[in-house]
T-cell receptor
Framework: TQLLEQSPQFLSIQEGENLTVYCNSSSVFSSLQWYRQEPGEGPVLLVTVVTGGEVKKLKRLTFQFGDARKDSSLHITAAQPGDTGLYLC????????????FGTGTRLTVIP | KAGVTQTPRYLIKTRGQQVTLSCSPI?????VSWYQQTPGQGLQFLFE???????NKGNFPGRFSGRQFSNSRSEMNVSTLELGDSALYLC?????????????FGEGSWLTVV
């Protein structure tokens, strides 16, 4: 049973388009993180959000944590081929504990 | 500062054998956690060590074990390997502060069981 469901599972878009990835759960998380993973590598942390309703921006990426801390979204503006990769959300149920529950992942391909 | 270092990067083992994987956390980080990543199950939490004590454990059989040393370096061991143990094993470290759960992953150890 997956605590975090991501959608869509696969996404293929043209360079310059915008996209949103969703991460949903029925559980409340103390924090939520987004990672990007390249083939053969470990996940690389993009952002951590801890406050309900929090919005963080990282260049063309905008991350939002739901008010109830049960869901999150990642929006990419003007996608570029370098954005291609596996995007993973991960939630921690308890502050300070490092047993994260990972989402199912969204595999993004940006076509030049 | 140096990231999380895992060794070996790649290894092939035979069913029934055992394997030990090593992880050196980011300097100053006291928590080390291990994850298994497979195409079918995704990323799943194995266990977490903090100050040489196992603090959390995922839902894996007892064949999977780990330990942490006084310098925070960690090892995980899998005994009596099965074909289904083939996976990318990821180590992650954290300062283990009370705010948020930011962890940083190593590049992983690719295990193939034949």
């Amino acid at each position: 049973t997956q605590l975090l469901e991501q959608s869509p599972q696969f996404l293929s878009i043209q360079e310059g388009e915008n996209l949103t990835v969703y991460c949903n759960s029925s559980s409340v998380f103390s924090s939520l993180q987004w990672y990007r993973q390249e083939p053969g590598e470990g996940p690389v942390l993009l952002v951590t959000v801890v406050t309900g309703g929090e919005v963080k921006k990282l260049k063309r990426l905008t991350f939002q944590f739901g008010d109830a801390r049960k869901d999150s979204s990642l929006h990419i503006t003007a996608a570029q081929p370098g954005d291609t990769g596996l995007y993973l959300c991960a939630g921690g149920l308890l502050a300070g504990a490092n047993n994260l529950f990972f989402g199912t992942g969204t595999r993004l391909t940006v076509i030049p | 500062k140096a990231g999380v270092t895992q060794t070996p990067r790649y290894l092939i083992k035979t069913r029934g054998q055992q394997v030990t994987l090593s992880c050196s956390p980011i300097s100053g980080h006291r928590s080390v956690s291990w994850y298994q990543q497979t195409p079918g199950q995704g990323l799943q939490f194995l266990f977490e060590y903090f100050s040489e004590t196992q603090r959390n454990k995922g839902n894996f059989p007892g064949r999977f074990s780990g330990r942490q040393f006084s310098n925070s370096r960690s090892e995980m061991n899998v005994s009596t390997l099965e074909l289904g143990d083939s996976a990318l094993y990821l180590c992650a470290s954290s300062w283990a502060g009370s705010s948020g759960n930011t962890i940083y992953f190593g590049e992983g150890s690719w295990l193939t069981v034949v």
